[in-house]
């Protein structure tokens, strides 16, 4: 059974930062993507940030130049730095990857349970 564990989250005020961290464990034979969405209360979730093979990553626009998504732990782990934080980034943020747990099986996508990211300006 894998399983996504998030860590990190939290409060803090405009220009802050925060790190969140999240980690697949399980039956695991790769992991071709991973990353972070958010949600904002009345919004869809989209996404922030991923990382493709452990070392391309991609952000959304809004986030380009503060946020950093980096893996480690053999590319089981992965951490989004936020530096310069703003209200509009206030969310529920979600872990997500996509993982082949057997090289018979097919990718499926798994979600970590969200963590809260709030910035008061």
């Known amino acids: 059974q894998v399983q996504l564990v998030e860590s990190g989250g939290g409060s803090v005020q405009a220009g802050g930062s925060l790190r969140l961290s999240c980690t697949a464990s399980?039956?695991?034979?790769?992991?071709?993507?991973m990353g972070w969405y958010r949600q904002a209360p009345g919004k869809q979730r989209e996404l922030v940030a991923d990382?493709?093979?452990?070392?391309?990553?991609t952000y959304a626009d809004s986030v380009k130049g503060r946020f950093t998504i980096f893996s480690a732990n053999a590319k089981k782990t992965v951490s989004l730095q936020m530096n310069n934080l703003k209200p509009e980034d206030t969310a529920v943020y979600y872990c997500?990857?996509?993982?082949?747990?057997?090289?018979?099986?097919?990718?499926?996508?798994?979600w970590g349970q969200g963590t809260q990211v709030t910035v008061s300006s």
């Open positions: 990382i493709i093979g452990g070392n391309t990553p």
């Open positions: 997500n990857a996509k993982i082949r747990e057997s090289w018979t099986r097919d990718i499926e996508t798994y």
């Open positions: 399980g039956s695991i034979y790769s992991i071709p993507v």
